[in-house]
T-cell receptor, first 117, second 114 residues
Framework: GAVVSQHPSWVICKSGTSVKIECRSL??????MFWYRQFPKQSLMLMAT?????????EQGVEKDKFLINHASLTLSTLTVTSAHPEDSSFYIC?????????????FGPGTRLTVL | AQSVTQLDSQVPVFEEAPVELRCNYS??????LFWYVQYPNQGLQLLLK??????LVKGINGFEAEFNKSQTSFHLRKPSVHISDTAEYFC????????????FGKGTKLTVNP
């Protein structure tokens, strides 16, 4: 149980284009999802907290207009990187707050490798 | 605010040897504690967690960790490692009853050599 998927697993795009990444909780409902960014050989940096039916809460220093987050249902959150540039190339990982009783446990997706040319 | 310190960035060990990956945290409030493992180019997999109760927590793949409140530590241990345990290990904390945000340490790369 508590499986989280991401799509796509990797994407290559040209500079200036927008890329959408999906995060789904497959066997549970997640009112809260999180988006992280991970640079090579570094830890995860929380970008934003996504709450179903409301606006996402962004961490300090993360551009809201560049990283658009939509949590339209209890099982799906999307991250859109708008007008992507090479410096946006990174590994993006989502997580979902687990089912009731999981005690604040987050379950992570497999990640999406974004490469901007 | 919370912070997590993983004292060792890299830990090389031989197969079947015991291993301990150290984690210390700082927080002004009570916390939940987690260990996650990340294999190359993959997301994070939960190894174990401490929410309350017994301070010795057993997880998957033979790992265990002990919560020590006085030393603000949550070290991860395994009595005998395998080649397949080679991965990056992250310690994380979240505020009990708080914002649910996870604060991660910088990670420890465990390399198990034959």
């Amino acid at each position: 149980g508590a499986v989280v998927s991401q799509h796509p697993s990797w994407v290559i795009c040209k500079s200036g284009t927008s890329v959408k990444i999906e995060c789904r909780s497959l066997d549970f409902q997640a009112t809260t999802m999180f988006w992280y960014r991970q640079f090579p050989k570094q830890s995860l940096m929380l970008m934003a907290t996504s709450n179903e039916g409301s606006k996402a809460t962004y961490e300090q220093g993360v551009e809201k207009d560049k990283f658009l987050i939509n949590h339209a249902s209890l099982t799906l959150s999307t991250l859109t990187v708008t007008s992507a540039h090479p410096e946006d190339s990174s590994f993006y990982i989502c997580s979902a707050r687990g089912p009731r009783g999981a005690g604040d446990t987050q379950y992570f997706g497999p990640g999406t490798r974004l490469t901007v040319l | 605010a919370q912070s997590v310190t993983q004292l060792d960035s890299q830990v090389p060990v031989f197969e079947e040897a015991p291993v301990e990956l150290r984690c210390n945290y700082s927080s002004s409030v009570s916390v939940y504690l987690f260990w996650y493992v990340q294999y190359p180019n993959q997301g994070l997999q939960l190894l174990l967690k401490y929410l309350s109760g017994s301070t010795l927590v057993k997880g998957i793949n033979g790992f265990e960790a002990e919560f020590n409140k006085s030393q603000t530590s949550f070290h991860l241990r395994k009595p005998s490692v395998h080649i397949s345990d080679t991965a990056e290990y992250f310690c994380a904390v979240s505020e009990r009853g708080g914002s649910e945000k996870l604060v991660f340490g910088k990670g420890t790369k465990l390399t198990v050599n034959p």
